[in-house]
């Protein structure tokens, strides 16, 4: 019973072309976050949500466009991908801060390759 | 200056010795800290949170928080060659909406 899955776990895809990445969690948490994880494995975050509400947004490119139905789903929508595009991006949940619970767990990860 | 800053390594141990991990952090408002480790193509796992000064045991790791000196630690004794991963420290900052990552330390324990 998977707490926090994304789909797909990996994809190829061409120069320019638009893809999508879903996620879900079934932990019940209030906040939801895109990261990036260059070749580098530095991981870095990209946005935060907490109820279905933007939080933080890390000077993303516009590309780039985040969307939570409800609190429980956060999909990530890149158009016209790029070479630069290509890393492993994990979705995470997290309780909210009011809880104390404040630990990130992460989905295991969609490798993008943009060719 | 980095948010969140480890030694990259890589960090070499014999099996059975006592492995120490570092990290310090800037935002003196930060209030959480954690320890995840990373397999190889495989996604960050929790491996301890520390909210308080002082250290925190559980198993074979401890971790080790100084908010005056804004510096978080990790302890693995009695190493194994199965705790050889990449270990990344994190802090949620201030707001409590984004946990940032340092750039994490390589360990090998050698068997």
């Known amino acids: 019973d998977t707490a926090v899955s994304q789909t797909p776990k990996y994809l190829v895809t061409q120069m320019g072309n638009d893809k999508s990445i879903k996620c879900e969690q079934n932990?019940?948490?209030?906040?939801m976050y895109w990261y990036k994880q260059d070749s580098k494995k530095f991981l870095k975050i990209m946005f935060s949500?907490?109820?279905?509400?933007?939080?933080i947004n890390e000077t993303v490119p516009n590309r780039f466009s985040p969307k939570s139905p409800d609190k429980a789903h956060l999909n990530l929508h890149i158009n016209s991908l790029e070479l630069g595009d290509s890393a492993v991006y994990f979705c995470?949940?997290?309780?909210?801060?009011?809880?104390?619970?404040?630990?990130?767990?992460f989905g295991q990860g969609t490798r993008l390759t943009v060719v | 200056q980095k948010e969140v800053e480890q030694n990259s390594g890589p960090l070499s141990v014999p099996e059975g010795a006592i492995a120490s991990l570092n990290c310090t952090y800037s935002?003196?408002?930060?209030?959480?800290f954690f320890w995840y480790r990373q397999y190889s193509g495989k996604s960050p796992e929790l491996i301890m949170s520390?909210?308080?000064?002082g250290d925190k045991e559980d198993g074979r790791f401890t971790a080790q928080l100084n908010k005056a000196s804004q510096y978080v630690s990790l302890l693995i004794r009695d190493s194994q060659p199965s705790d050889s991963a990449t270990y990344l420290c994190?802090?949620?900052?201030?707001?409590?909406?984004?946990?940032?990552f340092g750039a994490g330390t390589r360990l090998f324990v050698k068997a």
């Open positions: 520390i909210y308080s000064n």
């Open positions: 935002d003196r408002g930060s209030q959480s």
């Open positions: 995470a949940s997290s309780q909210d801060r009011v809880s104390g619970n404040t630990e990130a767990f």
């Open positions: 932990l019940g948490h209030d906040t």
């Open positions: 949500y907490n109820n279905k509400e933007l939080i």
């Open positions: 994190a802090a949620l900052n201030t707001g409590g909406f984004k946990t940032i």
